[in-house]
């Protein structure tokens, strides 16, 4: 895919470097090929650890949960190796940033692995992804980012590659379905709950206005384009978004798999995604949006190119 040299304007050789990040649901590494214009995927590899569950019930990171994190850097340490990676850079989100213990995980991690996981605020989390979506849906004109993760939703207003304001509010898909205690097919109350939690915090984003087009990342934008456009078609309608989290929610957890092309673990996520984003849109006086094919770990292979994050330099 071709990308705006507004993005990559230094890149004078090819190069390959890998991004993780640990999140709410899952971890996730990306191995990036860049060359001039270019960006090319050479390895993409998740695991699912459920770590928001784990933090939003005891608000720590149990050790058997730390050792499954160990186990996954090595795992993304082989990987990045075997593809010639020169460095690699694994950060954590929300989950990692709000475990009462983080600080004393991440060292243990650093001692087993000799991997540094770096955490990000929030906003910068959403300045990362939005330099990713630049890839493929820059505009010029006043717009809206949003990205939907398993503790926390970003929205932000943006002009061309600048982001003007960033709001980070807690309704994650997992702490939404811990918080209104979801289950399939879901009751109208735990429904109800959502919906008002969802909106409280979207109070916070009335003053954005104005804007031309709404763009989406992260892995909860991409299940709905899976559920919703077997042709992969990049525009969601708000329309499609409701009546897909009123379907959802009357459908047991077999027959939603069953229906849309999803793995369980990201179709029980579609029914509080779909309310979060769709609430949003309505909120925003925006009736479409299109979802991006590229994220945060994207984002930060470019960070490191550009010089603004070092990562770790792997040895051969």
Known sequence: MRLTPIIINDIIMKRIISAADFGSNTCHLIVGSTTPGNFNVLADESEWLYLGKEIGSTGKISSESTQRIIDTVEKFKKTSKKCKCEKMLIFGTESLRSASNSEKVLQKIKEKTDIEILLIPGDEEARISHKATMLDTFTSAPSL???????????????GTRIQEVVSMPIGTSRLIAKCNITYPCPQESID????????????????????????AGGLARGAIKALHPDNNRNLDLIELEYLAE????????????????????????????IVISKIMKKLNMNELTVSNFGIREGMILEILEGNYPGTTLKK
């Open 145 to 159: 980012f949003v990205e939907v993760g398993g503790g926390s939703t970003q929205v932000c207003y943006c002009f």
């Open 247 to 274: 379907t959802c929610g009357k459908l047991s957890e077999e027959t939603l798999v069953e229906r849309y092309p999803l793995k369980t673990r990201r179709a029980v996520t579609i029914l509080p995604g779909a």
């Open 193 to 216: 709950k959502i919906h008002e939690i969802v909106d409280k915090e979207l109070e916070k984003i009335s003053h954005f206005r104005d804007a031309d087009c709404m763009v989406a």
